[in-house]
């Protein structure tokens, strides 16, 4: 079982940068594909970005991919997201969300572990 606390929300300006951190508690963190998914109001919850376990292997969704970046650090159990220019479209609540095996998955439903969320909101 795995524990995900989200952390690093807040108001941004549009073009700016936000780093958000999921920090894991539980066993067997590396056994874990973990992913980003954020929700706006009134919208479906959206995947955004995967690595495995090892960390050597990431996939992006097309309205992320060049600007935001994912990554992990076993050491610290935390997995990041480094979000650039943003934009007003970004605003949402931001989600981290763990799977236990080894190949990346891009459907919510296959995630079975999830933090309480952060909230992101870009201003225009």
């Known amino acids: 079982q795995v524990q995900l606390v989200e952390s690093g929300g807040g108001l941004v300006q549009a073009g700016g940068s936000l780093r958000l951190s999921c920090a894991a508690s539980?066993?067997?963190?590396?056994?874990?594909?973990m992913g980003w998914f954020r929700q706006a109001p009134g919208k479906e919850r959206e995947f955004l970005a995967a690595?495995?376990?090892?960390?050597?292997?990431?996939y992006y969704s097309d309205s992320v991919k060049g600007r935001f970046t994912i990554a992990r650090d076993s050491a610290k159990n935390t997995v990041y997201l480094q979000m650039n220019s943003l934009k007003p479209d970004d605003t949402a609540v931001y989600y981290c969300?763990?799977?236990?095996?080894?190949?990346?998955?891009?459907?919510?439903?296959?995630?079975?572990?999830w933090g309480q969320g952060t909230q992101v909101t870009v201003s225009s």
């Open positions: 690595i495995t376990g090892s960390g050597d292997n990431t």
């Open positions: 539980g066993r067997t963190f590396s056994s874990y594909v």
């Open positions: 969300a763990a799977k236990l095996g080894w190949f990346l998955v891009t459907s919510l439903r296959l995630y079975n572990y």
